[in-house]
């Protein structure tokens, strides 16, 4: 079988495993819409106020993105990794061509089809809910599967060195609130301590939030890099960050060959 194929069988087995559980299911989509629900459309947002959500509906899209591209694949790829080292799974793929990274790369692109669809719930969502003024861009595909790529492998990474579902599960929790509410999604910049700006600029969920924010968002204050448009140079840092993060993140699965 070649590579492809190889691949793509590993692919069909992990979508159809993620569908047989229902409660994996309904959680990775209910989420984020609750999320929607009590952020976007209870507390709203109030531009000319002070607190968390002082800015218009269409800024905080990058936050409610993130919200499955960064706490699906960490929870899923770290369970997941978990879930086969307990089964001796590895074990039985290092007996069939399958290599470490074409395992990875299966899971991702289960974990690509699984985002893709619940971001094009959240962007409904947050335009029927909360009458965000966004400006769709053909760069939002890319910069959610970039992330995913990126995330996958810290999911990877966090599944192969945890002692169990368990502890792959709370270490990603522990991992993924910080990022999630201190990489510009939420909380912008502002509202930050200026010794804390260096620790923004190393999470990988910054440049994706900024990123998306100048492609989505009129309104988006994010200076260029280099000279580069922000919405492409924020993507190419991203790529950058998550072509490291898939290759550790091979590499981190338990070699049983």
């Not at 579902?165 to 270490?171: E, F, H, K, W, Y």
Request: net charge neutral.
């Amino acid at each position: 079988m070649s590579r492809m194929g190889r691949v793509r069988a590993e692919t069909s087995a992990g979508w159809r495993s993620f569908v047989r559980r229902r409660t994996a299911v309904f959680f990775t989509f209910f989420f984020p819409v609750i999320l929607i629900v009590i952020f976007g459309a209870l507390i709203r947002t109030d531009p000319t106020g002070e607190g968390l959500f002082t800015e218009p509906a269409a800024y905080y899209v990058p936050g409610y993105l993130a919200v499955v591209v960064l706490f699906t694949p960490l929870s899923r790829m770290g369970s997941e990794v978990a879930r086969h080292r307990e089964g001796s799974r590895f074990e039985k793929l290092a007996t069939t061509p399958l290599t470490r990274a074409e395992w990875l790369l299966a899971q991702t692109v289960v974990n690509a089809a699984i985002i893709g669809l619940a971001s094009l719930l959240i962007l409904g969502l947050v335009v029927l809910l909360t009458g965000a003024e966004i400006a769709f861009s053909a760069l939002l595909v890319p910069y959610v599967l970039v992330g995913v790529v990126c995330f996958c492998g810290v999911g990877a990474m966090l599944g192969s060195y945890t002692d169990s579902q368990d502890g792959a599960v709370a270490a990603s929790n522990a991992i993924g609130l910080p990022l999630l509410f201190l990489s510009e999604t939420f909380v912008s910049l502002s509202q930050l301590p200026g010794w804390f700006e260096p620790l923004v600029n190393l999470s990988p969920l910054t440049y994706f939030a900024r990123g998306v924010r100048a492609a989505t968002y009129s309104g988006a204050e994010t200076p260029a890099i280099a000279g580069v448009e922000p919405a492409i140079a924020n993507l190419g840092i991203l790529a950058a960050l998550a072509v490291v993060a898939f290759a550790l993140g091979a590499q981190s699965i338990p070699r049983t060959d």
